[in-house]
């Protein structure tokens, strides 16, 4: 009988102790990254922190993991997914594998401007996929910018449609994003941003497609030397937390979650374009050759990545296409 109740009592403790570490574990939100420090969104997932500390009265802790240094993109998806850590903030097309909804609003040369790209991911368009990144187990935060995408090389100055040709470009993991750039001739390769640097210095690739200030804050100017302005796709950084460890907060402390990380956004997107504009000033001075595509080579490239829309809406549907296409009408 005391071997029982000793038994018992040991039980009780164990299970006191792991409540306890699950208390102490709940008060401190690991988030994790692969922009560099540099980047405006890293600085805004700063002020997020601090936000957090002051809105909880320090009563929440955010640990904040950037530049790669708890592995690249596809891990921090995935981490977040399983609950390892708390939340990342990444490429929207990182989580398109998952979610192939997302890929709704990745289709070349949708969005007229910046602006017009904001008012359908904040209207029905965001939240429906939202309700899509629920169902896989994560939370929207938000949405940042990530910016218009541009395309670096290392063989040849791209000004016309057939520059495209051959060129083995890196691209994010996202089905829309391929299919582009292989109409427009292009070697198109899904790869993990960690890997991009490194494949380009060895030749492995040709180059890759990235807003300025990702270009200059990962130094892709060390290894290409030719940028093009061509302003393809308009993309979004994702905010997404686990759903389950979300929910799991106090309601207060979800509550500031969300609160804290919607200033961070609002920042972020404030100083995004004017960061970008810099940054391709700072490649011009570093030596990269700058060459902006004109009005005529655009709409060749628009009428040579038509039938991407046709292929999204086989794999989506017509409702969600339409949708989307009808909000940046009216966001127009």
Not at 56 to 82: C, H, P, S, W, Y
Not at 145 to 167: A, H
Not at 300 to 311: C, N, Y
């Amino acid at each position: 009988m005391l071997h029982r109740r000793a038994i018992t009592l040991s039980a009780a403790v164990l299970a006191l102790g792991l409540s306890g570490l699950a208390a102490h574990a709940q008060s401190t939100l690991r988030i994790v990254g692969n922009f560099a420090k540099e980047h405006p969104s890293s600085m805004a997932m700063l002020l997020f922190q601090s936000e957090v500390k002051r809105l909880t009265n320090d009563q929440i802790k955010v640990e904040i993991f950037d530049n790669m240094q708890l592995g690249g993109a596809k891990e921090n998806v995935d981490g977040t997914r399983a609950g390892t850590v708390f939340a990342t903030w990444v490429g929207m097309a990182f989580l398109s594998r998952t979610v192939p909804e997302l890929e709704a609003v990745s289709l070349p040369f949708l969005f007229p401007s910046r602006e017009a790209a904001f008012k359908v991911i904040d209207g029905p368009v965001g939240e429906l996929l939202d309700r899509k990144l629920a169902d896989k187990g994560f939370a929207s935060l938000g949405f940042m910018e990530l910016g218009s995408r541009q395309v670096t090389n290392s063989k040849r100055p791209i000004v016309t449609l057939d520059d495209f040709k051959g060129l083995k470009i890196r691209l994010q993991p996202n089905e829309t994003h391929l299919a582009t750039f292989r109409a427009l001739g292009a070697n198109a390769v899904a790869m993990d941003v960690k890997e991009i640097y490194s494949a380009m210095q060895q030749g492995v690739i040709d180059g890759q497609e990235n807003p300025f200030i990702n270009i200059q804050t990962s130094r892709y100017f060390e290894v290409q030397k030719y940028l093009t302005k061509s302003d393809h796709f308009f993309d979004f950084i994702a905010v997404v937390a686990n759903k389950r460890q979300l929910e799991g907060l106090k309601p207060e402390f979800k509550a500031a979650v969300q609160t804290a990380m919607k200033t961070a956004i609002a920042q972020q997107r404030s100083v995004a374009a004017k960061a970008d504009a810099e940054a391709l000033e700072d490649l011009k001075k570093k030596g990269m050759e700058y060459n902006e595509l004109t009005p005529a080579v655009i709409d060749q490239l628009r009428k040579a990545t038509a039938g991407i829309v046709d292929e999204l809406r086989k794999r989506l549907g017509n409702e969600l296409i339409d949708s989307v296409l009808a909000e940046v009408k009216k966001a127009s």
